[in-house]
Every structure is written in C-alpha cells, then in structure tokens.
C-alpha cells in the first residue's frame, strides 16, 4: 500500500504555470505506475496524465497535451505536474493516483487532492 499527498494548488490567472507535487509514502512508490486525475464541478473524474514506474513511458489525454508535462523521482518518493498555459477550463480538484497499471490507466490508490483554479 502507498499513501499519496498532493500540494501546490492555488489561484492562477489563464497563460499562468502551477508545479503539482504529489508525496508518496513506503517503499513501493518506484514499483507503480502513477497518474494524475481531475475532477470539476458536477464533471465525472477524469485522467490527465500518467507515468511508468521507471519514467520510460508517459500517457496524456488529448485536453492537456503539450501543455502539461507528468515526471517522477523515485528517489525522492515524489510525482509531479508541470501545468503550463493554464485555462479556465483546466479548474478542478487535481488528485494523484498509483495505478494498477499505465496502460489500464486504472487507479488502486488515491491522494486527498489539491484545488487549481484558474481565472480568465
């Protein structure tokens, strides 16, 4: 088992970047594929990204693509989302997962999630 902590959310103007990190405990961290997930106002929770457990392979939805980048440090336990050229519509509760598998994107564990909100 593994238990994730997101941080760096806030309030940011649309063009603007935020740096999600996401915390994991264990030992086990660098064995799972990890994603981040997003979830807005009355919208089902939706993928945006994940990663290999070896950084080797990356995954985007098609919303996000050139504008977020997802990256690992095993060593440090830690996930991260590079979120650039932010959008109104990229507002959401942003939750990182370790996945059962990138492939599947399905997700085993969940963090608490962290708020993004971006004005226009």
């Known amino acids: 088992q593994v238990q994730l902590v997101e941080s760096g959310g806030g309030l940011v103007q649309a063009g603007g970047s935020l740096r999600l990190s996401c915390a994991a405990s264990g030992r086990t961290f660098s064995m799972y594929d990890m994603g981040w997930f997003r979830q807005a106002p009355g919208k089902e929770r939706e993928f945006v990204a994940g990663?290999?457990?070896?950084?080797?392979?990356?995954a985007y939805a098609d919303s996000v693509k050139g504008r977020f980048t997802i990256a690992r440090d095993n060593a440090k336990n830690t996930l991260y989302l590079q979120m650039d050229s932010l959008k109104p519509e990229d507002t959401a509760v942003y939750y990182c997962?370790?996945?059962?598998?990138?492939?599947?994107?399905?997700?085993?564990?969940w963090g608490q999630g962290t708020q993004v909100t971006v004005s226009s």
């Open positions: 990663i290999n457990w070896s950084a080797g392979s990356t």
């Open positions: 997962a370790a996945l059962g598998a990138l492939r599947t994107r399905s997700p085993r564990y």
